[in-house]
């Protein structure tokens, strides 16, 4: 079965830090470039950071600096280590593969809220 499967977020104060992991199964995923989204509640949603296949990284403006995408190939698995948060980045995140042939699969999403 072909699916992402996200983890790792939660509710966290200002400053804070969390890990988000995403899982892939079914797929190739060293043939995969990975990316992590967001939406927040009444906005589109918005790439966050993005990993290709050769482990190049590419991050939105507002996360540069404190956010830090990577992947692990032997475990399928892509990171999003999320420091110094904001309560603008309290969002649902969503984990996205689009593979080398155009063909693109996402998660269901994890919410991550930053809150005091």
């Known amino acids: 079965q072909v699916q992402l499967v996200e983890s790792g977020g939660g509710l966290v104060q200002p400053g804070g830090s969390l890990r988000l992991s995403c899982a892939a199964s079914?797929?190739?995923?060293?043939?995969?470039?990975m990316a992590w989204y967001r939406q927040a509640p009444g906005k589109q949603r918005e790439v966050v950071a993005q990993?290709?296949?050769?482990?190049?990284?590419n991050y939105a403006d507002s996360v540069k600096g404190r956010f830090t995408i990577s992947r692990d190939n032997a475990k399928n698995t892509v990171y999003l280590q999320m420091n110094s948060l904001k309560p603008e980045d309290t969002a649902v995140y969503y984990c996205?593969?689009?593979?080398?042939?155009?063909?693109?699969?996402w998660g269901q999403g994890t919410q991550v809220t930053v809150s005091s």
């Open positions: 990993i290709t296949r050769a482990s190049n990284t």
């Open positions: 079914g797929i190739t995923f060293r043939l995969y470039t």
């Open positions: 996205n593969g689009v593979s080398d042939m155009g063909s693109s699969i």
